[in-house]
């Protein structure tokens, strides 16, 4: 994997930074993207440049069309090429329907769902003029599931999925692969807000019994993006521990 660029959205913490670290351990040069922690994201950069590759990091909101076109482009200029897009970056803002503001039905879709679409299709040319890429969007199994007090979660996460296949399909042909892999309960800051008896109760719903570590999502998204995947496109990948199995 050595020589190939790969842009991680979110790529700064928990999952994201697990994603970033593991491509880079292969020698892919990392375009870590964030929203707004500075800190994170510079430490990321950090350990992602002991590694010994080339890695940047990009402030951009990817809901915003015009932000996330600027910061491809930026990447592409410094960079040279984009081999592999991770459509990490997510956003949860849960509540039952009866009380789930419009905001924040609209906030979790334009973040995960639409802020897919704008990178994918900004870095559309970028792939059909190299002839190749792969695409990993990371969505949930609460978007094969559905998760109560997560309707614009799970239909963000569900939209992807629609998202994966639809893209699979009009790139296949190109020699650009576009998959989505389905992570179950990750201990990440995201999941830090349960409490320990929600935590043990989810457990309990999942059949090995734990929650899983950011490194299990890594390594999937690792695979996705290798020449052994190569003739795998439009799949999801449940990284879960059996749950939604
Ligand atoms: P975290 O909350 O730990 O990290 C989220 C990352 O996304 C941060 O790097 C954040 O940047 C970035 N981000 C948030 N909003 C934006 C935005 N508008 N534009 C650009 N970047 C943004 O999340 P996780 O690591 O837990 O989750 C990563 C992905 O995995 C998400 O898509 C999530 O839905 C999915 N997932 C997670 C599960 C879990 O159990 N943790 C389970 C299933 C799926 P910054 O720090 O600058 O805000």
Do not use: W
Request: hydrophobic share 45%; net charge positive.
């Amino acid at each position: 994997m050595k020589n190939k660029t790969a842009v991680i959205t979110g790529g700064s913490r928990g999952i994201g930074r697990a994603i970033t670290l593991k491509l880079a351990q292969s020698g892919v040069n990392v375009a870590i993207i964030y929203s707004g922690n500075e800190a994170a994201a510079q430490e990321t950069l950090k350990l992602a440049q002991e590694l010994g590759v080339n890695a940047n990091i990009y402030k951009c909101n990817v809901s915003d069309f015009n932000a996330s076109k600027e910061t491809v482009n930026a990447i592409i200029k410094e960079m040279g090429k984009i081999d592999i897009l991770v459509n990490n970056a997510g956003i949860t803002r849960d509540g039952l329907v009866f009380t789930m503001k419009e905001a924040d039905f609209d906030a979790v879709l334009d973040v995960n769902l639409k802020g897919a679409f704008n990178m994918i299709k900004h870095c559309y040319s970028n792939f059909i003029k190299n002839k190749s890429g792969r695409i990993i969007n990371i969505s949930s199994v609460s978007g094969l599931m559905g998760n109560a007090g997560q309707a614009n979660y799970s239909a963000s996460k569900a939209g992807l999925i629609g998202l994966t296949k639809a893209v699979a399909k009009e790139l296949a042909a190109k020699g650009i692969c576009c998959n989505a892999v389905a992570p179950g309960y990750i201990s990440t800051e995201m999941t830090a807000a349960l409490t320990e008896e929600q935590k043990k109760s989810i457990a309990q719903a999942i059949p090995m019994g734990v929650l899983g570590e950011a490194e299990d999502i890594a390594s999937t998204v690792a695979f996705l993006a290798s020449d052994s995947a190569r003739y795998i496109t439009g799949e999801v990948i449940r990284v879960d521990g059996g749950m939604a199995m």
